[in-house]
């Protein structure tokens, strides 16, 4: 059974930084591609960035690229995303996801709000 936990959601000025964890457990995840996706209140669900958990490549969507980072510790089965220079349109539920090899995303984390003030 995979379960991923995110964590590290919470208020932010526009401007600064947040980073957020999700723990992954119940699998060997090296064959796993993890990602994060966001949903704005209204808005349609949001995809991110994905990390290979294999080799640690990343891909990210236009709106973060150069803003926020997707990485993993392998050690700790953890996956983070670090958001510099938040803007208020940033503000949503930040979701953890998880698909075997290169599939659909069939797990998910329960979410943490972030919240940009500007």
């Known amino acids: 059974q995979v379960q991923l936990v995110e964590s590290g959601g919470g208020l932010v000025q526009a401007g600064g930084s947040l980073r957020l964890s999700c723990a992954a457990s119940g699998r060997t995840f090296n064959r796993y591609t993890m990602a994060w996706f966001r949903q704005a209140l209204g808005k349609e669900r949001e995809f991110l960035a994905r990390?290979?958990?294999?080799?640690?490549?990343?891909y990210y969507t236009n709106s973060v690229k150069g803003r926020f980072t997707i990485s993993r510790d392998n050690a700790k089965n953890t996956v983070y995303l670090q958001m510099n220079s938040l803007k208020a349109e940033d503000t949503a539920v930040y979701y953890c996801a998880a698909a075997y090899d290169r599939g659909l995303y069939g797990y998910w984390g329960q979410g943490t709000q972030v919240t940009v003030s500007s």
């Open positions: 990390i290979y958990w294999s080799d640690g490549s990343t």
